[in-house]
């Protein structure tokens, strides 16, 4: 009889846990994202507190050291919290409805837009421009909103993912620029392109010295020149593909993202391909 | 026997309260491989990251054959090395392509292929039965060992702690880019099987 009452328990409890499972198991995906979003973001404004205004990071040498995985380095928020959380949450009980009407919610470009239009417009306000560009990946799509002032970026911008399957949230984070220093900015005083790229390649051949000759292309798509804003740096962003001829005579193809001051002429930094 | 039927869903409870409370940590063998001539300065964060989801990890510049062996050996691969763009993968002794690989990777949980254009790789590892596997379409970029697609890497390592791979590798490209105000081309990345989780 203990037998019966022993396999009988154990048969119980799987039953139990596997009903259970069952029912619980989507509406815990859907909290848990939330939840996720919701701890990343406090994390984030516990760091804002302790955090410095944007532009007080030296660039460049912000990219270099040991790391941390964690979220300390988010340390440029957006300022109205609460309605950020709160639009979090608005998009995950909508998104919950229409996936049970089968519809879905963040589908396209114009969606993420007027979601940001709608829940951070207090932040991007005034005469600024809201940009949206996106690149699409296997399974999500990934929005960039930058803000501008005069056409030049403030640095405040917000990258948005997307799970294309479904429309869910994937993951929402944000950095805060400065319009006022921006509006200030006179582009007429900003170096040439042409100007950027002779001092982009000057300073690679100067960190090695094994370079004898480098033959910049920007034929191909993934290549071009931008301005763009970051940490209080307006900056030239140049990205080329490049023949580069060794002192020995070998020749290498590789892929260089180059980013100068767009005032000063800095190179704040150079990455190669890997 | 309406007794016996009570302590049987007593103890029913019980077992099912104990039993879904039990947390089974990630064990196996994980691996990290490298080229000396790419940066790898954060090969030992990454494999620290390992080792606190409970794999025993090792860390060692790889050959080809080195390679194709772990991918029916390990629980986790990821590897270091620059790319082609034909898709393959410069390990020290020769590159390797994606037609080399023609074994069962079915033991395998998670590959991440830091390298450019290494997508094409990845996919076929994850048709060979792969749980997870993380390439890329594009060149990746970094500026020194420890930033760019490198910091990228640490980041997916760490999201996946309590994250599947999907997620991690989402967040950990919106971290990148609000760090760095650049993607450094993991915006590319594809991810296959993401669903997956290694914690």
């Known amino acids: ?274 | 026997m309406v007794k016996k039927l009570k302590k049987l869903v007593v103890v029913s409870v019980v077992l099912s309260v104990l039993i879904s409370n039990i947390s089974i940590a990630a064990s196996g063998s994980a691996v990290v491989y490298y080229q000396n001539n790419i940066g790898h300065g954060h090969v030992n964060r990454v494999c620290t990251l390992l080792k606190e989801m409970g794999y025993s990890v090792g860390n060692t510049v790889v050959t080809k054959q080195t390679f194709l062996n772990s991918l029916n050996s390990k629980k986790i691969v990821h590897n270091i090395s620059h790319g082609t763009d034909t898709g393959g993968l410069c390990l020290s002794d020769a590159t390797l392509y994606p037609s080399d690989i023609t074994d069962s990777c079915s033991s395998l949980k998670f590959v991440l292929l830091e390298s450019c254009w290494s997508s094409a790789p990845a996919r076929q590892i994850y048709i060979l039965g792969a749980s997870c596997a993380v390439g890329f379409d594009q060149t990746v970029t970094a500026g020194t060992d420890n930033d760019g697609i490198h910091l990228y890497s640490s980041y997916l390592f760490g999201y996946a702690k309590t994250n599947n791979i999907k997620d991690s590798a989402a967040y950990a490209m919106s971290t990148l880019y609000n760090t760095s105000g650049y993607y450094y081309g993991s915006n590319s990345s594809v991810v296959y099987g993401g669903n997956t989780t290694i914690y």
């Open chain 1, 1 to 274: 009889m203990k037998k019966k009452i022993i396999a009988g328990s154990i048969l119980g409890a799987f039953i139990i846990m596997s009903l259970t499972g069952f029912y619980l198991n989507r509406s815990m995906q859907i909290q848990r994202q939330c939840i996720n979003t919701l701890h990343r973001i406090s994390r984030e404004y516990a760091d804002y507190q302790n955090t410095v205004t944007a532009g007080d990071e030296q660039f460049g040498t912000a990219f270099e050291g040991d790391y941390e995985y964690t979220d300390s380095y988010y340390t440029y928020l957006v300022e109205p919290l609460d309605q950020f959380v709160s639009g979090i949450f608005h998009i995950s009980q909508e998104n919950e409805e229409k996936e049970r009407a089968g519809g879905f919610f963040l589908d396209s470009q114009e969606a993420v837009v007027e979601l940001f239009e709608s829940n951070m417009g207090p932040f991007l306000k005034g005469t600024t421009v809201c940009e949206l560009s996106s690149d699409a990946g296997q399974d999500m799509k990934i929005y960039t909103l930058t803000e501008t002032v005069n056409g030049i970026e403030t640095g405040t911008t917000a990258c948005i993912i997307v799970d294309d399957d479904n429309g869910m949230l994937r993951a929402a984070t944000f950095v805060k620029g400065d319009p006022e220093q921006v509006a200030g900015m006179d582009s007429s005083e900003f170096i040439s392109e042409e100007t950027a790229l002779e001092l982009a390649l000057t300073e690679i051949k100067a960190r090695d010295a094994g370079i004898a000759d480098i033959q910049p292309s920007f034929d191909n798509s993934w290549c071009g020149k931008a301005i763009h804003t970051f940490k209080g740096r307006t900056y030239w962003m140049l990205e080329f593909d490049a023949v580069v001829t060794f002192a020995d005579g070998t020749k290498e193809e590789t892929f260089y993202a180059v980013r100068i001051d767009v005032v000063s002429g800095e190179v704040l930094e150079i990455a190669e391909m890997v």
